[in-house]
């Protein structure tokens, strides 16, 4: 072998080496480029399971709701016919009974919006509808008083469910957003 030939190999084997080290460190660096983009979906996936995670509990939750008032509501159909038909269905209220219970109501009604705002977060629609309040008709009788008192419980146990809805909906949200927080 003549010193040429072994400087043409010796060429060949430099540039065959850079072309390696440069092909692989090209490897190194684009897969170092890549895991951040790894990294970024296996967050987004994490969140959007937890996303659908809160969206299942808050459905359920939503479907309680739903099942108490539908039992509320049946309690009170179930009292409005018996009061309908009792002996003193017809017979009148007091007028003093009557105007203590219209003063309740209006209190009721004037303090409503003082009873605190809602925070503001995406609520189901069960926990962000209004209360309602029955109120006594002008001229009322005993059956309107047992009727409002029905009502009213009715009214109640749906309002009480929906808070819980609210109150339950917040707590979830905030703790998905601690476990996202940890997962990253």
Request: proline share 4%; charged share 25%; glycine share 6%.
């Amino acid at each position: 072998m003549t010193s040429r030939s072994i400087m043409g190999w010796t060429a060949a084997c430099v540039v065959l080496s850079a072309g390696l080290g440069l092909y692989w460190k090209g490897r190194a660096e684009g897969a170092a480029g890549e895991r951040s983009k790894v990294v970024a979906a296996r967050a987004q996936a994490a969140v959007a399971g937890l996303e659908a995670a809160g969206e299942r509990l808050s459905a359920q939750r939503v479907d309680v709701v739903v099942r108490q008032r539908e039992a509320a509501d049946e309690t009170v159909t179930q009292l409005t016919q018996d009061a309908m038909t009792s002996e003193d269905a017809h017979a009148p209220l007091p007028a003093d009974r009557a105007a203590r219970l219209r003063a309740h109501d209006d209190e009721l009604c004037r303090i409503a919006p003082a009873l605190g705002a809602a925070p503001q977060l995406q609520m189901p629609l069960e926990a962000a509808r209004p209360c309602a309040i029955h109120r006594l008709p002008d001229h009322p009788t005993q059956a309107d008083l047992e009727l409002g008192y029905a009502a009213r419980g009715s009214q109640i146990v749906a309002c009480d469910a929906a808070r819980r809805l609210a109150v339950e909906t917040h707590a979830a949200e905030h703790t998905l957003e601690a476990e996202a927080q940890a997962s990253r």
